[in-house]
T-cell receptor, first 113, second 112 residues
Framework: SQKIEQNSEALNIQEGKTATLTCNYTNYSPAYLQWYRQDPGRGPVFLLLIRENEKEKRKERLKVTFDTTLKQSLFHITASQPADSATYLCALLTSGGSYIPTFGRGTSLIVHP | ETGVTQSPTHLIKTRGQQVTLRCSSQ?????VSWYQQALGQGPQFIFQYYREEENGRGNFPPRFSGLQFPNYSSELNVNALELDDSALYLC???????????FGPGTRLTVL
């Protein structure tokens, strides 16, 4: 069966460190992978999209990697700040799914001052 | 440029009732999608509308239905509400040419 797995346990890190979140998937062949940020009681906010033929994408303090052999994406936030505390969702888009995002359950990140 | 808006923000209904949720798309966006998000879960795709026609549907029963209007605003209707329908309902709009979606703040539905 198809699965998107994100760590259900919260990630706690100290301010200034790099946060690394993982998204693993099985039985998908995604054309794209997206990362979103979601604050409590709010809608998700799009952060980054990476294509299947791209290995890495950067945007300011954010970096996403995409390994289609390992079926894994890593999401990094460098020099993390307490304001980065939120839930981070990964989403896969496939041609068979009409490019409609299928979301993981998200991982909560808590950055301590 | 106005973002995606949803109304109402909160709603309490009882089992068996019907509910209508509303969404205004971001300016220039012709595609709108609806998602259900239960507590601690990721958003689950309900359906998508493009130019007033449904062009994608997730694993939800027919009592979940929708509309898109000529101005690209949208409604989600749920009939015969069940307790498990309690969730955050999210609307997202995008320009069909691009894969970046813009989500609204959601409507929190509680079914008692």
């Amino acid at each position: 069966s198809q699965k998107i797995e994100q760590n259900s346990e919260a990630l706690n890190i100290q301010e200034g460190k790099t946060a690394t979140l993982t998204c693993n998937y099985t039985n998908y062949s995604p054309a794209y992978l997206q990362w979103y940020r979601q604050d409590p009681g709010r809608g998700p906010v799009f952060l980054l999209l990476i294509r299947e033929n791209e290995k890495e994408k950067r945007k300011e303090r954010l970096k996403v990697t995409f390994d289609t052999t390992l079926k894994q994406s890593l999401f990094h936030i460098t020099a993390s700040q307490p304001a980065d505390s939120a839930t981070y969702l990964c989403a896969l888009l496939t041609s068979g799914g009409s490019y409609i995002p299928t979301f993981g359950r998200g991982t909560s990140l808590i950055v301590h001052p | 440029e106005t973002g995606v808006t949803q109304s109402p923000t909160h709603l309490i209904k009882t089992r068996g009732q019907q509910v209508t949720l509303r969404c205004s798309s971001q300016s220039g966006h012709n595609t709108v999608s609806w998602y259900q998000q239960a507590l601690g879960q990721g958003p689950q795709f309900i359906f998508q509308y493009y130019r007033e026609e449904e062009n994608g549907r997730g694993n939800f029963p027919p009592r979940f239905s929708g509309l898109q209007f000529p101005n690209y605003s949208s409604e989600l209707n749920v009939n015969a509400l069940e307790l498990d329908d309690s969730a955050l309902y999210l609307c997202a709009s995008r320009d069909r040419r691009y894969n970046e979606q813009f989500f609204g703040p959601g409507t929190r539905l509680t079914v008692l």
